[in-house]
């Protein structure tokens, strides 16, 4: 079993990627302005194609990390992981942008979507590396950690660029400011890295089974479970500034997301308690297919300050038990396949991730109450997911026992 030193060095991995994210899209305006100046038009719409282009090669990346991670070990899976994303963020951190002319577009997509290669394998990695070296005791904070550690990347992210923003210029952030934010997730990749070369190949596991070729009803299955984990991570981001209004609250999102980690370390505590990561997530789901719709209709239609925060502290309480859990249950129902969970993790978090916030803008445009809507019946996929894997799980405990 892993120290938890250990434990703690592989899960930094996970922030970083989603550090890496919130970084590129902080400093987005300062690269359009530098493919401006290279004479690109429309510079604006390219760094956001760059954004979305990146998500294109992460199944891709699922694939081929998880067969490394399931035939060679997934010690030697994440050092390449952080080897990948470090090279590409040094490389655009030291870019002589200046001197690439409009080549500079084609550059930043290659080096962002090495990165995305790289995190596509991250996460389910790391899930199977830990939850095989883990007590079945602490598989409700393992699998709380390994999705927080996504909160802490973004909450450190937000803070570097906040502090840059108020001790430089605009134009000193325009010639150099945008780098530093890079340089310092080159840091982080370093310091992960040298943990990540401290580890032990993974304890062997009877669940753990290298596999040669994907599983479709496998990769459905985690494509549909981690549905609703990506739309209860990114509903509340989405819908924060339309919540925000109706409460007239600053700094909102910044304030719900240090509610959500603190929720989230609560929930994973009381998940080794009191169950297992799979039946949390289950019952996280049943909640938010119940409340979340009047939850929503409460914080819009009501005048009392007092309902409206008790309904966003449910709300985000039943993000929390879902989003603890989350890798948890997938790593319950991978079957040991680490390209089963890779696969149909990144295509379902590419999907919900990319089509959330237009679904948000279209029902708050009817009423913020269907936003609410939309976050209950996002928990259908993953119970139907679950109930395929307790159907398939039956099925193969009763063969032997007919034969």
């Given amino acids: 079993?892993?120290?938890?030193?250990?434990?703690?060095?592989?899960?930094?991995?996970?922030?970083?990627?989603?550090?890496?994210?919130?970084?590129?899209?902080?400093?987005?305006?300062?690269?359009?302005?530098?493919?401006?100046?290279?004479?690109?038009?429309?510079?604006?719409?390219?760094?956001?194609?760059?954004?979305?282009?990146?998500?294109?090669?992460?199944?891709?990346?699922?694939?081929?990390?998880?067969?490394?991670?399931?035939?060679?070990?997934?010690?030697?899976?994440?050092?390449?992981?952080?080897?990948?994303?470090?090279?590409?963020?040094?490389?655009?951190?030291?870019?002589?942008?200046?001197?690439?002319?409009?080549?500079?577009?084609?550059?930043?997509?290659?080096?962002?979507?090495?990165?995305?290669?790289?995190?596509?394998?991250?996460?389910?990695?790391?899930?199977?590396?830990?939850?095989?070296?883990?007590?079945?005791?602490?598989?409700?904070?393992?699998?709380?950690?390994?999705?927080?550690?996504?909160?802490?990347?973004?909450?450190?992210?937000?803070?570097?660029?906040?502090?840059?923003?108020?001790?430089?210029?605009?134009v000193q952030m325009q010639t150099y400011g945008w780098r530093i934010p890079l340089f310092i997730g080159v840091v982080n990749i370093a310091i992960s890295f040298w943990f990540r070369l401290q580890l032990v190949e993974e304890v062997p596991s009877k669940t753990d089974k290298p596999t040669k070729n994907y599983d479709f009803s496998a990769v459905l299955r985690m494509f549909l479970v981690t549905a609703s984990g990506s739309v209860a991570f990114f509903i509340p981001s989405f819908s924060s500034g339309i919540i925000a209004e109706s409460l007239h609250l600053k700094n909102f999102s910044i304030i719900n997301t240090v509610m959500l980690f603190v929720f989230m370390i609560i929930a994973g505590l009381a998940t080794d308690k009191l169950t297992t990561p799979r039946k949390g997530f289950k019952v996280g789901l049943i909640l938010a297919l119940v409340c979340q719709y009047p939850l929503y209709y409460a914080i819009v239609k009501t005048d009392s300050a007092a309902i409206q925060w008790f309904a966003l502290a449910s709300i985000t309480f039943i993000s929390a038990i879902i989003l603890s859990n989350l890798a948890g249950a997938l790593f319950s129902v991978s079957d040991g396949s680490t390209v089963n969970l890779g696969l149909g993790y990144n295509i379902s978090s590419a999907t919900f991730g990319g089509l959330s916030p237009i679904i948000v803008q279209y029902l708050s445009s009817y009423g913020t109450q269907y936003v609410g809507l939309y976050a209950a019946l996002a928990s259908l996929p993953a119970l139907a997911g679950l109930y395929l894997y307790s159907v398939r799980h039956k099925s193969a405990t009763l063969v032997p026992a007919s034969s």
């Avoid at 919130?22 to 429309?42: C, K, N, R, W």
């Avoid at 570097?160 to 108020?166: G, R």
């Fill in 1 to 170: 079993m892993l120290a938890w030193k250990q434990k703690l060095g592989v899960i930094s991995g996970n922030a970083l990627e989603y550090y890496d994210i919130a970084v590129f899209a902080a400093i987005m305006p300062y690269l359009s302005h530098i493919m401006q100046e290279s004479g690109l038009h429309h510079s604006n719409y390219i760094v956001w194609g760059i954004f979305a282009l990146r998500f294109l090669i992460r199944p891709f990346g699922a694939v081929v990390v998880g067969k490394i991670a399931d035939s060679k070990g997934k010690k030697n899976a994440l050092v390449l992981t952080s080897t990948l994303t470090g090279v590409a963020s040094l490389i655009m951190a030291c870019l002589p942008v200046t001197k690439l002319g409009e080549s500079v577009a084609l550059i930043v997509l290659l080096l962002q979507m090495a990165q995305s290669f790289s995190f596509a394998g991250e996460f389910p990695t790391i899930t199977h590396y830990l939850h095989n070296n883990t007590q079945k005791k602490e598989a409700g904070i393992i699998s709380c950690l390994i999705v927080a550690s996504s909160l802490i990347g973004v909450i450190l992210s937000f803070v570097v660029v906040l502090a840059l923003k108020s001790s430089l210029t605009d």
